[in-house]
T-cell receptor, first 110, second 108 residues
Framework: DAMVIQNPRYQVTQFGKPVTLSCSQT?????MYWYQQKSSQAPKLLFH???????NEADTPDNFQSRRPNTSFCFLDIRSPGLGDAAMYLC?????????FGSGTQLSVL | GEDVEQSLFLSVREGDSSVINCTYT??????LYWYKQEPGAGLQLLTY?????DMKQDQRLTVLLNKKDKHLSLRIADTQTGDSAIYFC????????FGSGTRLSIRP
């Protein structure tokens, strides 16, 4: 059973049209992460929540925002997607040494 | 800042052993991970090692950790065509930082 669930698996949006990707977990992990992965590249950390504390990476564009309304859910909001934002977006959770990834959302921008 | 480095490509003959190497900079790393990613798929956790261990073996996989040199390796014994993938080393001190990935290809 999937324990880190990302919806949808594929998302298509238009240039400049806001889009939200979602992640939920059944593990009760206290840390949640969002990564961006472009083709043939390593996943790049965008931000993470340690409990309710939000931690933004220095080079994450302002276009990317995140919300974590409770332990189980975390959202990635892209306010004005550009063509360069087309990528796989991976959600991950952790508690101590446990690390779990969702299957990702592949975002296309038309 | 934290950095994790890997060689980009490795080609091995089917049935041989594959050794994928990784170096990291964060001396406070508590856990180090190896992930496998096949085309179009998410990340699959293969194995991880605590920083107070030197070696971990799990079936065909052997992880070696040299904490002094900040060097991590993954050995895959009896490499099969199904092992073709990109392998990412990851440092999990406070947040997960990935290496660039090593693309493993298998020759018949």
């Amino acid at each position: 059973d999937a324990m880190v669930i990302q919806n949808p698996r594929y998302q298509v949006t238009q240039f400049g049209k806001p889009v939200t990707l979602s992640c939920s977990q059944t593990l009760n992990h206290n840390v949640m992460y969002w990564y961006q992965q472009k083709s043939s590249q390593a996943p790049k950390l965008l931000f993470h929540y340690y409990d309710k504390d939000f931690n933004n990476e220095a080079d994450t564009p302002d276009n990317f925002q995140s919300r974590r309304p409770n332990t189980s859910f975390c959202f990635l909001d892209i306010r004005s997607p550009g063509l360069g934002d087309a990528a796989m977006y991976l959600c991950a959770t952790s508690r101590g040494g446990e690390r779990d990834f969702g299957s990702g959302t592949q975002l296309s921008v038309l | 800042g934290e950095d994790v480095e890997q060689s980009l490509f490795l080609s091995v003959r089917e049935g041989d052993s594959s050794v994928i190497n990784c170096t990291y900079t964060d001396s406070s790393s508590t856990y180090l991970y190896w992930y496998k990613q096949e085309p179009g798929a998410g990340l699959q956790l293969l194995t991880y090692i605590f920083s107070n261990m030197d070696m971990k073996q799990d079936q065909r996989l052997t992880v070696l950790l040299n904490k002094k040199d900040k060097h991590l390796s993954l050995r895959i014994a009896d490499t099969q065509t199904g092992d073709s993938a990109i392998y990412f080393c990851a440092d999990g001190a406070s947040k997960i930082i990935f290496g660039s990935g090593t693309r493993l290809s298998i020759r018949p």
